[in-house]
């Protein structure tokens, strides 16, 4: 049986994680990339978007036949969705608003936090709990079981604890795949007389931590001068002026399609990534099935690479000091694989193997999603889920706009206030 399934919404999909879901879908899957109606509720007619945090926030694709998938917003007018997260926080707290100078310099810390916001915040968590208690809510799916412990902890806060255990008993983790790189391709790689060729794939020079990635290149280069470095993303002119020596022995890639990144991926031997954090990571997942051994951090903001390569794939650096002794550490790890190519070469095939059939494979992925999918349709909900569920305040106003208005509101808003495309959102409970 064919399943169809609803994705979306379009313009919020990420280009590894989604991407992978539409090069590479289940066989009896047919997905059909949407974008919806966003539903906003606000305390008041004075309320908008970027001056006040929603009440709730969902998604509505209308009625039809179909299962829907959706990425961070709960569902309306359908009987049965799932809905996925890389971060359970952004949507829940932070959200739009969360983009907001207010936000980032006040609300986000509950010490310098004003009661109308954690009125609305702690409104909308209930809010946000109740929808996806709701039947027509099938599972909450998340990439990590680092992230579903989070989910978990979080919902230990929710307003009504039989809503959080409901929600609770719908998390599942569905680890992210991709599409391997042919055997041939990896097995000519490790076994050809070639210099090493060492990667690092960030978007945003400070939160993937761009500055070590060109230092650890120059203790690498000073000492193997035949290693490939490749530096894919952005590098602000005062760190092209700090890294100049280095920057002209490593090819420099700032803007590439993601194509081309999987292209570079399938001929390199190691990923340099020492990133701060990763709500997901689906660059580790691209690297594992391309074949390569991976240098990456383990610890707070970084949980789940001990779920994907305790076994092995990867050095990690422990974050559990100093940040001096973490950045030392990412050296040492580098040079420790360069200096060993046996050992670099079982590490990439050992994330080969995983990527082709086990944790991060897409024949685990498919089945996962397959199951879940046919849940939706043999046994959707006897209602779906409205507006109708939910006590807002009487001077409650709804707001509705389509996802490609959105889209726009967001990009205008963020160029407005200087906000690039990383933003790392924080909200203290």
Known sequence: MRLPVILGAAFELHTGLHGSLT?????????????????FVFASASHSLFSAQALLECTDYGAGPEVVHSTKWPVLNRRAWIIDYDNFAYPVFCSHY???????????RRATRTPAFAYQTRTRFANMTRALAHPSCKRVLT???AEARAIESWLEGAPDARLAAAVASKVMVVSPACQTTDAAVVARKWSAAEPMRVVFCGRGFEAKRGDWALTGFQHLLQRHADVRCT???DIPAAARARHAPVLRRVEVLEQIPHDRVLEIFSRAHLLFHPAENESVG???????????????ATGTGMEQTRDWFDG?????VERNGAENDEERGFYRALLTLADDPGLARQHGLFNYEMARTGQLSLARRDAALSTVYSECIERPAETSLDLDVFDFPAAAV???TDSRSLARQRLEYRQQVGIGYQLDLVFER
């Open 98 to 108: 969360g983009l907001t100078p207010a936000y980032r310099e006040r609300e986000a």
């Open 231 to 233: 530096y894919i993303g």
């Open 23 to 39: 090069d590479t879908p289940p066989s009896n899957v047919d997905y059909d990339v949407r974008n919806g109606i966003h539903t």
């Open 398 to 400: 709804v707001h509705r």
């Open 312 to 316: 092995g794939g990867a050095l990690l």
């Open 143 to 145: 990439y990590t079981a």
């Open 282 to 296: 689906a660059v580790l997942v691209e690297a594992a099935a391309a074949g390569m051994c991976v240098v990456t």
